[in-house]
């Protein structure tokens, strides 16, 4: 048993591909109490970031700067009465947000966070996320229908239509950027996550930056059919508060409907890496084809550490700008606290980077390489999480028919004809 | 001319008509808990689908028989109540209130109590607009401008508190003029707050007015010709974007509106987004005449000759102004004792509603909440 | 904050007017202030002569009374002219805008109701107030045909006289809810049984007030 556990450790594939089932639930593990988090510090980072679009200060009282305002809301959903409607289809009303959250998180399972860093290297990689991301929009419809109230059942009914619209879009400009993991000498494309990083390693360019603007255009469709399949503003015409009260989960509460919340959040994170994956090199840090010098990896590898150093950094002064009355001598040690945890990791990325770097095919080396791949990762999915954020400090709400008009009058023809147009320079090129 | 009649009541479903595609009707209830319909109103809503075939608005959750509890109070005592109607624009409910009792009366207030009201009554107007784009841009699903306007709505109540010690239902004017003397400092309050807002209305014009989402949300929806408008009583500045260039501050000045100098913005279209644009610039002109306002205000005296007990004579009057929503009018009947034995209150957001109907036929879910924002309606003042 | 609305204090008596700042605690304390000889009497109507006055007197003659109040002007109308007179105030006279449609309670009066319309017109820039008198029970042709607006304006007269309007579309309550009883703009309308009533039937105690 040891042996097959440490004999993957020198392997260069997913555990999926090398067949190690320990690793691969390992992975899993991580992988799901990663996005987990990751939801968690997502959910605190749109409030306190949407709070300060809109002048105010949003979560300030649980913890330092709020900081545990999710894990007291988490709480407070979890002790909620559990609420069923008497004229609910029972059984249905509660399977419906497992439905959902199944699908957001089973779409992980093939998101390569590295050349290795993920459960399996599917084949049909990129087929199989598509499917089942879309696979979500049952829990929704489900959900609206067992509610047996009208609301739901009418933001079930727009979320359903316009899912399935968008993904035309979506499967459209994804096409295009598998239609690019083909431009090599073989001539051979490939549906496999990983596969398109490495095709975009092989070919030195990111698919975003691939035959200026095609894929540019294809990622710009995929980055807004993406916010209208995750039901996001300016589309979330499924939950608009303003016009269905809350859409389908109206009349969800407490876990269930923190599970509906989970899974829009884990959804965004997915797709984000779709995105992410397809266009933007995936794991790869910026300029690998040209500043490839070994100097230059290390100076790269030095980044996550920084990161963490500089929010290391933000949070001691947090520390020193707190009021220095009593009543906040918790909170500022709290704060403190997690100031030195932030500075910790930074040190020990630091040293691993400092130490990877001495030691070629070492455990460290390769420990240092997967930090390196997963954090370059992370970062690009951050910034469309914020995009996400953003967005919905700005826009106003599209209107339902405004939505469908721009999914298959504008999103669908431009995505059509950047797909034929990419097929062709592709032809002329080769 | 034959206008839209509202027919609000036909929502039987016997009649309906059988399209080559047989399909439920939907009846929704919008309301009276909705975060969309500002308060307690709710609107039965017919659809198809998400097409608006008809409403009914039921009204009367916050009646609060204001019109019989004036019968039963002085004419003092009455003057509070006013605030709690149109409780965003209490000032100018006030300022009809005093306006009708003293015309009843036969008395005048003041040059400076007049000036006094004007800049108050346009500093509340400034802050029931401010307050309408906040949720409206809420209702269309534009988060931010709400945090914006309230922010800067605050430099008013601030205002209205060092003046008179509330910020909501000020009851800021008495019969015959003002109570209070503007503060030390008032004027100087006032032109800080003019040049604190000026650039803030930019600022909420940057986030909506080319806003492309904001456009093709508001233009075309909610249309109402000048007609239309006319025959269903709708005033203020959803009859002004329509086309219909009328003010009564201009039209039957009171107060002191006659000596300043302002312009009535009207719109073409009639659609929602025209009376955004003439709300916007009302907000601007009533800046100008806040302006002129303090800086003409006279010396002299606050409050004019009235008895300690007011008891006007036997008769009746009606006196209205223009109100943030519209005409806002007081018909208030006399019979000589010091209680009124009959007030009516004209309120405009009562009258405006009734366009709901006519407005929202035809479009779809959407925009009867972008509709109803855009009326500007206060239900403590439709159901009173 | 507080220290600032000092501003009672400085308001300086104006010309002989002694107290206008501590009107109210006046008013209350001492209710029966002397009121001024002049203020009761005030002004009264004077009849109203226009050229719209002229030609629709000496179509109607004596079902039509015209007078002005303080420069208001209004048309007292006889019940059976209403319809007729309304409509060709909109269309000859351009009275396009129907400001409010209220009524007045008289109950000593044989004729309990005074319906008014207050009307106003863009073209002219001239408000006038119709006015007519009814009894209890009798019923009253409806003007949403001419103004729609009337329609709300009409349901609620109706529900707070119970004034009933012929032809309306839809007369019903629209402020109360549908079961109530009475009302309430009615001089006999009793709010403390209707109180008392609520109370012992909802809460099945004596009314406290």
Same mark, same amino acid.
């Given at each position: 048993?040891?042996?097959f556990?440490?004999?993957?450790?020198?392997?260069? *594939?997913?555990?999926?591909?090398?067949?190690?089932?320990?690793?691969?639930?390992?992975?899993?593990?991580?992988?799901?109490?990663?996005?987990?988090?990751?939801?968690?510090?997502?959910?605190?980072?749109? =409030?306190?970031?949407?709070?300060?679009?809109?002048? =105010?200060?949003?979560?300030?009282r649980?913890?330092?700067?709020?900081?545990?305002?999710?894990?007291?809301?988490?709480?407070?959903?979890?002790?909620?009465?559990?609420?069923?409607?008497?004229?609910?289809?029972?059984?249905?009303f509660?399977?419906?947000?497992l439905?959902?959250?199944?699908?957001?998180?089973?779409?992980?399972?093939?998101?390569?966070?590295?050349?290795?860093?993920?459960?399996?290297? #599917?084949?049909?990689?990129?087929?199989? #996320?598509?499917?089942?991301?879309?696979?979500?929009?049952?829990?929704i419809?489900?959900?609206?229908?067992?509610?047996?109230?009208?609301?739901?059942?009418?933001?079930?009914? =727009?979320?359903?239509?316009?899912?399935?619209?968008?993904?035309?879009?979506?499967?459209?400009?994804?096409?295009?950027?598998?239609?690019?993991?083909?431009?090599?000498?073989?001539?051979?494309?490939?549906?496999?996550?990983?596969?398109?990083?490495?095709?975009?390693?092989?070919q030195? *360019?990111?698919?975003?930056?691939?035959?200026?603007?095609?894929?540019?255009?294809a990622?710009?469709?995929?980055?807004?059919?993406?916010?209208?399949?995750t039901?996001?503003?300016?589309f979330?015409?499924?939950?608009?508060?303003?016009?269905?009260?809350?859409?389908?989960?109206?009349?969800?509460?407490?876990? !269930?409907?923190?599970?509906?919340?989970?899974?829009?959040?884990?959804a965004?994170?997915?797709?984000?890496s779709?995105? *992410?994956?397809?266009?933007?090199?995936?794991?790869?840090?910026?300029?690998?084809?040209?500043?490839?010098?070994?100097?230059?990896?290390?100076?790269?590898?030095?980044?996550?550490?920084?990161?963490?150093?500089?929010?290391?950094?933000?949070?001691?002064?947090?520390?020193?700008?707190?009021?220095?009355?009593?009543?906040?001598?918790?909170?500022?040690?709290?704060?403190?606290?997690?100031?030195?945890?932030?500075?910790f990791?930074?040190l020990?990325?630091?040293?691993?980077?400092?130490?990877?770097?001495?030691?070629?095919?070492s455990?460290?080396?390769?420990?240092?390489?997967?930090?390196?791949?997963?954090?370059?990762?992370v970062?690009?999915?951050?910034?469309?999480?914020?995009?996400?954020?953003?967005? =919905?400090?700005?826009?106003? !709400?599209? !209107?339902?028919?405004?939505?469908?008009?721009?999914?298959?009058?504008?999103?669908?023809?431009?995505?059509?004809?950047?797909?034929?147009?990419?097929?062709i320079?592709?032809?002329?090129?080769? | 001319?034959?206008? @839209?009649?509202?027919?609000?009541?036909?929502?039987?479903?016997?009649?309906? +008509?059988?399209?080559?595609?047989? /399909?439920?009707?939907?009846?929704?209830?919008?309301?009276?808990?909705?975060?969309?319909?500002?308060?307690?109103?709710?609107?039965?809503?017919?659809?198809?689908? +998400?097409?608006?075939?008809?409403? +009914?608005c039921?009204?009367?959750?916050?009646?609060?028989?204001?019109?019989?509890?004036?019968?039963n109070r002085?004419?003092?005592?009455?003057? %509070?109540? &006013?605030?709690?109607?149109?409780?965003?624009?209490a000032?100018?409910?006030?300022?009809?209130?005093?306006?009708?009792?003293?015309?009843?009366?036969?008395?005048?207030?003041?040059? @400076?109590?007049?000036?006094?009201?004007?800049?108050?009554?346009?500093?509340?107007?400034?802050?029931?607009?401010?307050?309408?784009?906040?949720?409206?841009?809420?209702?269309?699903?534009?988060?931010?401008?709400?945090?914006?306007?309230?922010?800067?709505?605050?430099?008013?109540?601030?205002?209205?508190?060092?003046?008179?010690?509330? @910020?909501?239902?000020?009851?800021?004017?008495?019969?015959?003029?003002?109570?209070?003397?503007?503060?030390?400092?008032?004027?100087?309050?006032?032109?800080?707050?003019? /040049?604190?807002?000026? %650039?803030?209305?930019?600022?909420?014009?940057?986030l909506?007015?080319?806003?492309?989402?904001?456009?093709?949300?508001?233009?075309?929806?909610?249309?109402? /010709?000048?007609?239309?408008?006319?025959?269903l009583?709708?005033?203020?500045p959803?009859?002004?974007? /329509?086309?219909?260039?009328?003010?009564l501050?201009?039209?039957?000045?009171?107060?002191?509106?006659s000596?300043?100098?302002?312009?009535?913005?009207?719109?073409?279209?009639?659609?929602?987004?025209? @009376?955004?644009?003439?709300?916007?610039?009302?907000?601007?002109?009533?800046?100008?005449?806040?302006e002129?306002?303090?800086?003409?205000?006279?010396?002299?005296?606050?409050?004019?000759?009235?008895?300690?007990?007011i008891?006007?004579?036997?008769?009746?009057?009606?006196?209205?102004?223009?109100?943030?929503?519209? +005409?806002?009018?007081?018909?208030?009947?006399?019979?000589?004792?010091?209680?009124?034995?009959?007030?009516?209150v004209?309120?405009?957001?009562?009258?405006?509603?009734?366009?709901?109907?006519?407005?929202?036929?035809g479009?779809?879910?959407?925009?009867?909440?972008? &509709?109803?924002?855009?009326?500007?309606?206060?239900?403590?003042e &439709?159901?009173? | 904050?507080?220290?600032?609305?000092k501003? $009672?204090?400085?308001?300086?008596?104006?010309?002989?007017?002694?107290?206008?700042?501590?009107?109210?605690?006046?008013?209350?304390?001492?209710?029966?202030?002397p009121?001024?000889?002049?203020?009761?009497?005030?002004?009264?109507?004077v009849?109203?002569t226009?050229?719209?006055?002229?030609?629709?007197?000496?179509?109607?003659?004596?079902?039509?009374?015209?007078?002005?109040?303080?420069?208001?002007?209004?048309?007292?109308?006889?019940?059976?002219?209403?319809?007729?007179?309304?409509?060709?105030?909109?269309?000859?006279?351009?009275f396009?805008?129907?400001?409010?449609?209220?009524?007045?309670?008289?109950?000593?009066?044989?004729?309990q109701?005074?319906?008014?319309?207050?009307?106003?017109s863009?073209?002219?820039?001239?408000?006038?107030?119709?006015?007519?008198?009814?009894?209890?029970?009798?019923?009253?042709?409806?003007?949403?045909?001419?103004?729609?607006?009337?329609?709300?304006?009409?349901?609620?007269?109706?529900?707070?006289?119970?004034?009933?309007f012929?032809?309306?579309?839809?007369?019903?309550?629209?402020?109360l $809810?549908?079961?109530?009883?009475?009302?309430?703009?009615?001089?006999d309308?009793?709010?403390?049984?209707?109180?008392?009533?609520?109370?012992?039937?909802?809460?099945?105690?004596?009314?406290?007030?």
């Amino acid at each position: 048993m040891p042996n097959f556990v440490m004999s993957y450790l020198g392997s260069t *594939v997913t555990p999926g591909e090398a067949g190690n089932q320990f690793w691969a639930l390992i992975y899993v593990l991580i992988i799901f109490t990663g996005v987990s988090v990751a939801v968690i510090a997502m959910n605190w980072i749109e =409030r306190k970031a949407l709070a300060h679009f809109q002048v =105010r200060l949003g979560p300030m009282r649980v913890g330092p700067h709020g900081l545990l305002q999710p894990f007291a809301d988490a709480l407070k959903l979890m002790l909620k009465e559990d609420i069923i409607p008497a004229a609910a289809d029972q059984f249905v009303f509660w399977v419906a947000p497992l439905i959902g959250l199944l699908a957001a998180f089973t779409v992980y399972t093939v998101i390569p966070f590295g050349p290795s860093q993920a459960v399996s290297d #599917m084949n049909i990689g990129i087929l199989f #996320m598509l499917g089942v991301s879309s696979l979500g929009v049952l829990g929704i419809v489900v959900a609206g229908w067992a509610s047996n109230s009208h609301y739901p059942l009418i933001g079930a009914l =727009r979320s359903s239509a316009q899912m399935v619209s968008y993904e035309v879009a979506m499967g459209l400009a994804v096409v295009s950027a598998v239609l690019m993991t083909s431009m090599n000498e073989k001539g051979t494309g490939t549906l496999s996550m990983i596969g398109i990083v490495q095709a975009q390693q092989q070919q030195g *360019v990111w698919f975003i930056f691939k035959f200026f603007p095609l894929g540019f255009i294809a990622f710009v469709i995929f980055s807004i059919a993406m916010i209208a399949e995750t039901n996001r503003a300016p589309f979330d015409m499924a939950e608009a508060e303003s016009e269905l009260t809350a859409g389908y989960h109206t009349e969800y509460s407490g876990l !269930r409907w923190s599970l509906f919340m989970l899974a829009e959040y884990a959804a965004m994170i997915a797709v984000s890496s779709i995105a *992410v994956t397809l266009w933007l090199g995936g794991w790869m840090r910026p300029f690998a084809n040209l500043l490839h010098a070994p100097a230059w990896d290390f100076i790269f590898s030095l980044f996550p550490g920084l990161t963490f150093g500089s929010l290391a950094a933000i949070a001691f002064v947090g520390v020193t700008r707190m009021p220095a009355h009593s009543f906040f001598k918790i909170q500022r040690i709290g704060l403190a606290v997690f100031a030195a945890l932030l500075g910790f990791i930074a040190l020990l990325l630091l040293a691993i980077a400092i130490v990877g770097r001495s030691a070629d095919a070492s455990l460290a080396a390769r420990f240092n390489e997967g930090i390196d791949y997963v954090y370059w990762f992370v970062l690009k999915v951050a910034v469309f999480m914020y995009l996400f954020i953003w967005y =919905r400090a700005t826009w106003p !709400r599209y !209107r339902f028919d405004q939505l469908m008009r721009i999914g298959w009058k504008v999103l669908l023809p431009i995505s059509l004809g950047v797909l034929v147009v990419t097929a062709i320079v592709g032809v002329i090129v080769s | 001319m034959s206008p @839209r009649t509202n027919d609000s009541a036909n929502l039987d479903l016997e009649t309906r +008509e059988k399209p080559y595609l047989d /399909s439920n009707e939907l009846i929704i209830n919008m309301g009276p808990q909705h975060p969309a319909t500002h308060g307690v109103l709710r609107v039965i809503l017919k659809l198809d689908g +998400e097409k608006v075939l008809g409403t +009914e608005c039921v009204i009367g959750y916050l009646h609060r028989g204001v019109e019989k509890i004036a019968e039963n109070r002085t004419y003092t005592m009455f003057n %509070p109540y &006013v605030d709690r109607m149109d409780y965003v624009a209490a000032v100018s409910n006030g300022l009809g209130y005093c306006e009708a009792v003293e015309k009843l009366m036969n008395v005048e207030a003041p040059a @400076r109590a007049k000036y006094i009201r004007v800049i108050l009554t346009e500093l509340n107007r400034i802050a029931s607009h401010q307050l309408w784009l906040g949720t409206h841009a809420l209702d269309i699903g534009a988060m931010t401008p709400l945090f914006y306007t309230f922010r800067d709505r605050e430099e008013i109540l601030k205002i209205f508190e060092k003046y008179c010690g509330a @910020r909501l239902t000020t009851h800021a004017f008495r019969i015959g003029g003002c109570q209070y003397e503007t503060y030390a400092g008032f004027e100087k309050d006032v032109k800080n707050f003019l /040049s604190f807002v000026a %650039p803030k209305i930019d600022e909420y014009e940057t986030l909506l007015t080319t806003n492309r989402i904001w456009l093709e949300r508001t233009k075309n929806v909610g249309v109402i /010709s000048a007609a239309d408008a006319i025959a269903l009583g709708v005033t203020g500045p959803v009859l002004r974007a /329509s086309g219909v260039k009328w003010d009564l501050r201009k039209a039957q000045p009171y107060a002191a509106y006659s000596e300043f100098d302002f312009e009535i913005p009207i719109g073409t279209n009639g659609d929602t987004y025209d @009376r955004y644009l003439v709300r916007m610039a009302e907000i601007r002109q009533s800046l100008r005449i806040i302006e002129q306002a303090v800086n003409g205000i006279p010396e002299g005296p606050i409050m004019a000759k009235v008895p300690k007990v007011i008891k006007p004579p036997v008769g009746e009057i009606y006196h209205s102004i223009e109100a943030p929503k519209g +005409e806002l009018g007081y018909f208030i009947v006399s019979d000589g004792s010091t209680q009124p034995y009959r007030l009516r209150v004209r309120p405009p957001s009562f009258v405006n509603l009734q366009a709901l109907d006519v407005m929202v036929r035809g479009l779809l879910v959407a925009d009867v909440v972008a &509709v109803i924002g855009t009326l500007d309606i206060v239900l403590g003042e &439709v159901d009173r | 904050m507080a220290e600032e609305v000092k501003s $009672p204090a400085p308001p300086p008596p104006p010309e002989g007017e002694k107290k206008p700042a501590a009107e109210k605690p006046a008013a209350a304390a001492a209710p029966v202030a002397p009121a001024k000889p002049a203020a009761p009497a005030g002004p009264v109507p004077v009849p109203w002569t226009s050229p719209l006055v002229e030609k629709y007197r000496s179509q109607y003659g004596s079902g039509l009374d015209a007078q002005t109040y303080l420069g208001q002007n209004y048309l007292t109308v006889d019940r059976s002219l209403i319809p007729d007179i309304l409509r060709l105030l909109r269309d000859e006279e351009q009275f396009d805008y129907c400001v409010d449609i209220t009524a007045v309670h008289y109950p000593k009066r044989e004729k309990q109701f005074d319906v008014l319309w207050i009307l106003y017109s863009f073209p002219r820039n001239e408000r006038v107030r119709v006015k007519t008198q009814i009894a209890d029970g009798a019923s009253i042709p409806s003007s949403v045909p001419i103004w729609p607006t009337a329609n709300w304006l009409e349901r609620e007269v109706y529900d707070m006289f119970g004034i009933k309007f012929d032809g309306h579309p839809d007369l019903k309550r629209i402020l109360l $809810p549908d079961g109530w009883k009475g009302h309430p703009l009615r001089k006999d309308y009793g709010i403390l049984q209707q109180d008392q009533e609520w109370v012992q039937i909802n809460l099945g105690i004596e009314s406290g007030q």
